[in-house]
């Protein structure tokens, strides 16, 4: 009985596979402890009583459930903030670093080069703009039960400041490739193409950590009413 209880509650907790190991351990130990303490001589009775105080695995699992997804969301939410201020500085980096060298855009790319320069500035603004708001939302009461609604707003949040953050960021490689196109590479293009590749694998980053945990969400949620 209690192997099989143990698989139950393994798979009710399957949504997180660490958690789940930790949970089953410790239930393992609380019921053979209270097993060994029953007076009862039928073991299969002591066995059953353990296992009804212990609980059902789907209430314990959907208790879990609820602060994983708020640990998950309020994680997340923090990954973003971050990775926001992160492209931002990159970007001041950049800019700083022409200024200093006096390295301006040729004056046959200026016209294309303003285009794309203000895609790159409303695409950043609003992820700037969301990534306030998911902050804001995720700092009130809203998730603390980790409803499924407030959850799924968090992350197609998350899922558009990721949008408006690539765009941005393809706007910031245009714009480096022409500022550094028909020139010859040297220790001044350095700093410009290191900011830029930081880009790069900070928005790949986030695209996959939302990915990832937006799969796991998934199984979360199903666990919890709607």
């Given at each position: 009985?209690?192997?099989?209880?143990l698989?139950?509650?393994?798979r009710?907790?399957?949504?997180d596979?660490?958690?789940?190991?930790?949970?089953?351990?410790?239930?393992?130990?609380?019921?053979?402890?209270?097993?060994?303490?029953?007076p009862?001589?039928?073991?299969?009775?002591?066995?059953?009583?353990?296992?009804?105080?212990?609980?059902?695995p789907?209430?314990?699992a959907t208790?879990?459930?609820?602060?994983?997804?708020?640990?998950?969301?309020?994680?997340?939410t923090?990954?973003?903030v971050?990775?926001?201020?992160?492209i931002?500085?990159?970007?001041?980096?950049?800019?700083?670093?022409?200024?200093?060298?006096?390295w301006?855009?040729?004056?046959?790319?200026k016209?294309?080069?303003?285009?794309?320069?203000s895609?790159?500035?409303?695409?950043?603004?609003?992820?700037?703009?969301?990534?306030?708001a998911?902050?804001?939302?995720?700092?009130?009461r809203?998730?603390?039960?980790?409803?499924?609604q407030?959850?799924?707003?968090?992350?197609?949040?998350?899922?558009?400041?990721t949008?408006?953050?690539?765009?941005s960021?393809v706007?910031?490689?245009?714009?480096t490739?022409?500022?550094?196109?028909?020139t010859?590479?040297?220790?001044d293009?350095?700093?410009?193409?290191l900011?830029l590749?930081?880009?790069?694998a900070?928005?790949s980053f986030?695209?996959?950590?939302?990915h990832?945990?937006?799969q796991?969400?998934?199984?979360?949620?199903?666990?919890?009413?709607?």
């Open positions: 009985m209690i192997r099989a209880y698989q139950d509650l393994e009710a907790l399957s949504f596979r660490g958690l789940a190991r930790r949970v089953c351990q410790e239930a393992e130990g609380h019921l053979l402890e209270a097993i060994a303490a029953d009862t001589a039928d073991k299969f009775e002591a066995q059953r009583k353990a296992i009804a105080r212990f609980g059902d789907k209430a314990i208790e879990f459930a609820r602060h994983s997804l708020v640990r998950q969301a309020r994680g997340i923090g990954t973003v971050l990775i926001v201020f992160g931002f500085l990159a970007m001041k980096v950049r800019v700083e670093w022409y200024a200093l060298t006096h301006t855009m040729p004056t046959d790319r016209s294309i080069a303003d285009v794309i320069l895609i790159d500035r409303y695409a950043f603004w609003i992820s700037v703009f969301l990534v306030v998911i902050y804001l939302y995720v700092s009130g809203r998730i603390l039960a980790g409803s499924p407030g959850v799924r707003r968090i992350y197609s949040g998350c899922v558009m400041t949008g408006a953050l690539a765009v960021v706007g910031d490689g245009l714009l490739a022409m500022q550094l196109h028909g010859q590479l040297c220790s293009s350095i700093p410009p193409l900011s590749i930081f880009e790069i900070a928005v986030l695209g996959l950590r939302v990832f945990l937006m796991r969400a998934r199984s979360t949620t199903g666990l919890l009413p709607p």
